[in-house]
């Protein structure tokens, strides 16, 4: 059996740190294992190119949730990046670490080392901000971080103004002293390319001597002797392999494959491994429970004025930006759609914000079967005001439903399950509709299309926003982090309770949900975790 010091099942947003951070000593072999393929693929690498990996299954492991109560009967489509880069490879690359107040509960929860003051010096380290280093900031990290206000959409100047009149101040850094505000988002991508995971850090990696990526490689099984993990099991090309691990085996599969393996693997559920016939080497309730995600919801306006539409949908059009952006690397393809946004509390006294917008100067009310319909938007001028929850109180679980690593685990989403997440949520859209009544937008609005005028009640706003809400695909807590074994899968060091020479490191250990997307704080995990493994070395 082949052995390495260290094997890292997943190769996505965490994966791609961890493998690159205890690399790059020379010190030590890692062997990293990918399920997806490569990278290299021009829609990949094209930012806007991740309306065409929406639903590809090429690069896409395409999950669906089970029908949701909560959002009316409806089972969401829950993409998740299946290739080198995980699901940084196939995201939106809105660039947010989350708020101060989220990482110091984390640390007050009992998880030292996780305070914002702990990891502030992290997100800094992996940051290269083209607006340059300040005491928020971090340049000269492997990060991109690329500034997009001189190439967002002309429309996203009213918007900006109209969120000012509702009474919302401009905010220049959503990732600097306050997350409040609206302006421009900041993204990770450079020179017009992706700047995933895998480019900012498996990429380098892999031109070391010591460090191996199998891709096409679905991990399997742990292997144990006893309660500890000494190797992994997997499949390639129809093939069974089996590797050795002489120091760690670490799982960063995300908040799906994570538990999934976990539990196919004996760690989890007494009673649902028992039912499968999976033998229990450590039983533990939290493996797949505790799932959190953020939920959103878009309002869509037919405008007076010119929109993305009128570029990206005609064939000329699309000709057009299609030559620009291979050329130049440069136009409304080297971007993402979520130009513009902030953060705001639906009630002023709470301390802080508690729901995120979103500005895309674009529609999509008419949608074209088997795409995201980023690329085929409306045949009129329109454009989307969208918002999401940041920390809804309600609670799923993932589950496996057999032992056969090939078939897709139970996602139970539970949206909109508790009344507080409803109440916010009611809140947050007739603030949508706030900001659209300002003037700045509304002279130059000819219509609300989405949900449409005729709604408001507050029971249809419900009723509408059940209908029609929708996972952010910001997944996380699965095999949450905790000191006591009793309600956690991983301790503050990442390592899995009850078993020796295992780690979780990736957005699942989270102990709740952060504040915003998470991409950026699952990169983090993957380099505060391999911190913490080279710390224990010998």
């Known amino acids: 059996m082949q052995a390495y010091d260290f094997i890292v099942v997943g190769s996505g947003s965490a994966g791609s740190v961890v493998a690159e951070r205890l690399s790059a000593s020379g010190r030590f072999s890692v062997l990293v294992l990918e399920a997806g393929g490569t990278d290299m693929r021009f ?3 094209m930012p806007l190119g ?44 809105v660039w947010i670490r989350g708020q101060r107040e989220d990482f110091d509960a984390w640390a007050a929860a009992g998880n030292p080392g996780w305070s914002y003051k702990d990891l502030l010096p992290v997100f800094k380290a992996i940051e290269d901000n083209e607006a340059g280093a300040d005491e928020w900031r971090g340049a000269g990290g492997p990060v991109h ?120 693997s004996g760690v989890g559920p007494a009673p649902l491994l028992q039912d499968l016939g999976i033998p229990v080497v450590h039983a533990n309730a939290d493996v797949g429970a505790n799932l959190q995600d953020h939920v959103g919801i878009n309002y869509t306006f037919k405008g007076r004025l010119p929109t993305l539409n009128q570029i990206l949908r005609p064939w000329w059009g699309k000709a057009l930006v299609g030559m620009r952006y291979i050329l130049l690397r440069s136009g409304p393809l080297s971007l993402s759609m979520n130009g513009a946004g902030g953060f705001f509390r639906t009630d002023p006294t709470m301390a802080r914000p508690n729901m995120q917008l979103y500005f895309q100067a674009f529609s999509t009310v008419i949608p074209k079967s088997g795409e995201r319909p980023i690329l085929t938007p409306d045949p009129w001028p ?124 990736d957005a699942s250990i989270f102990p709740d949900n952060i504040s915003g997307n998470t991409n950026a704080a699952s990169i983090m995990t993957g380099w505060k975790g391999a911190e913490m493994v080279l710390e224990e070395q010998t």
């Open 145 to 264: 971080i690329t500034d997009t206000t001189d190439k967002v959409h002309p429309l996203t100047a009213r918007y900006l103004a109209a969120a000012e009149q509702a009474g919302l101040p401009l905010n220049p850094d959503f990732n600097g002293a306050s997350q409040e505000g609206v302006g421009v988002y900041q993204i990770n991508a450079k020179g017009g390319r992706r700047m995933s995971a895998a480019r900012a850090f498996l990429r380098p990696a892999m031109k070391r001597s010591n460090v191996r990526v199998e891709t096409n490689a679905l991990g399997t099984k742990i292997l144990f002797e006893g309660t500890r993990a000494v190797g992994i099991e997997y499949e390639q090309h129809g093939r069974t392999h089996s590797v050795r691990a002489g120091r760690e085996v670490i799982v960063s599969g995300g908040s799906i494959n994570s538990p999934q393996l976990l539990q196919l």
């Open 43 to 45: 829609y990949v690498q």
């Open 50 to 93: 991740y309306g065409k990996t929406f639903f590809d299954p090429a690069v896409n492991w395409n999950y669906r949730a089970e029908p949701d109560p909560g959002l009316s009967g409806n089972a969401d489509h829950w993409p998740r990046g299946k290739i080198l880069g995980g699901s940084s490879s196939i995201n939106a690359m």
């Open 382 to 505: 329109g454009f989307s005001v969208g918002l999401s929850n940041c920390r809804p109180s309600s609670r799923g679980e993932i589950m496996i439903r057999s032992k056969n690593p090939r078939d897709y685990p139970k996602i139970v989403a539970n949206a909109y399950s508790t009344e507080a997440d409803v109440a916010e949520m009611l809140a947050a859209v007739k603030f949508v509709r706030k900001i659209a009544a300002q003037p700045a937008l509304a002279e130059i609005i000819e219509e609300e299309v989405l949900p449409g005028p005729s709604v408001t009640a507050d029971a249809d706003l419900i009723q509408d926003f059940r209908k029609r809400s929708g996972t952010v695909y910001h997944p996380v807590s699965t095999c949450r982090m905790g000191p006591d074994p009793s309600r956690a899968v991983v301790d503050p060091r990442l390592r899995v309770h009850g078993i020796s020479g295992l780690r979780v490191i």
